[in-house]
């Protein structure tokens, strides 16, 4: 069964800068595009960035633009969230997901991963 393991996170200071990865065990047909997603203690699960299958399109959340930079390796069958100039207001449990196109709703995504914490302090 294909699966999505994310790595990565880890707790910082604000300003710092973290990488996290994504990698499926597997190809997963026809559900090629990839979301990040986070949820913070008390919060819903909110959309970070979104890629297409080819990368030629990507979104990005109002509160991550210009920060944060969605990329994959499909050599690697790998995405990665670069997240620069982090903020306390990031912390929270990040995952990824896989989906069928470039879409923003939790309950699109047909695949997730256990999820990997990030946390940043002040």
């Known amino acids: 069964q294909v699966q999505l393991v994310e790595s990565g996170g880890g707790l910082v200071q604000a300003g710092a800068s973290l990488r996290l990865s994504c990698a499926a065990s597997?190809?997963?047909?026809?559900?090629?595009?990839r979301g990040w997603f986070r949820q913070a203690p008390g919060k819903e699960r909110e959309i970070v960035a979104a890629i297409t299958s080819t990368a030629s399109r990507r979104y990005y959340a109002d509160s991550v633009k210009g920060r944060f930079t969605i990329s994959r390796d499909n050599a690697k069958n790998t995405v990665y969230l670069q997240m620069n100039s982090l903020k306390p207001d990031d912390t929270a449990v990040y995952y990824c997901?896989?989906?069928?196109?470039?879409?923003?709703?939790?309950?699109?995504?047909?695949?997730w991963g256990q999820g990997t914490q990030v946390t940043v302090s002040s």
């Open positions: 597997g190809r997963i047909f026809n559900s090629n595009a």
């Open positions: 997901a896989a989906s069928r196109g470039l879409v923003t709703r939790d309950y699109e995504y047909d695949l």
